[in-house]
């Protein structure tokens, strides 16, 4: 039964990300909209860590099996793909190359402020 009530749970707040997606002005993944609530109600104390545990584990365990739909569509559209292989490939490497640039910079401006603040905090 608690398994049940984590489930409902979590599907709970996927439906209400939907529904807060469909109510938006602009189109938004529903999928990360129960995500942030997810997130907000975790920070907020709203949801224990305890109350979806389990389940989450079982999701996290298992997460090869919802990557099974997306290899079923590489498949079906191998033709395409080869035929635009070295164009993906261009995107991934730049793509890659931004987000490790990104997440370079986003270090580095993150510790240039932690040490102003500690500065500021001693003096």
């Keep these: ?3 049940l009530i984590q489930l409902a749970l979590i599907f709970g707040i996927c439906i209400l990300g939907d529904l807060i997606s469909s109510l938006l002005p602009f189109a938004f993944p529903g999928s990360v909209v129960s995500m942030l ?6 920070l907020s104390n709203l949801l224990k860590e305890s109350a979806i545990e389990e389940s989450a ?4 365990k298992n997460m090869t099996f919802f990557f099974i739909p997306f290899g ?15 164009q993906l490939l261009v995107v991934n490497l730049v793509s890659l190359l931004a987000c490790f640039a990104a997440s370079s910079w986003t270090v580095v401006l993150v510790s240039s ?5 500690r500065k500021k905090r001693n003096a």
Excluded at 72 to 86: E, H, K, P, T
Excluded at 113 to 117: A, F, K, N, P
Aim: aromatic share 18%; no cysteine.
């Design 72 to 86: 079923v569509g590489i498949l079906r559209y191998a033709a395409l793909i080869q035929s635009v292989w070295w």
């Design 1 to 3: 039964m608690k398994i």
């Design 57 to 60: 584990d079982f999701f996290l």
């Design 37 to 42: 609530l997810m997130v907000l109600l975790l």
């Design 113 to 117: 402020l932690q040490r102003r603040w």
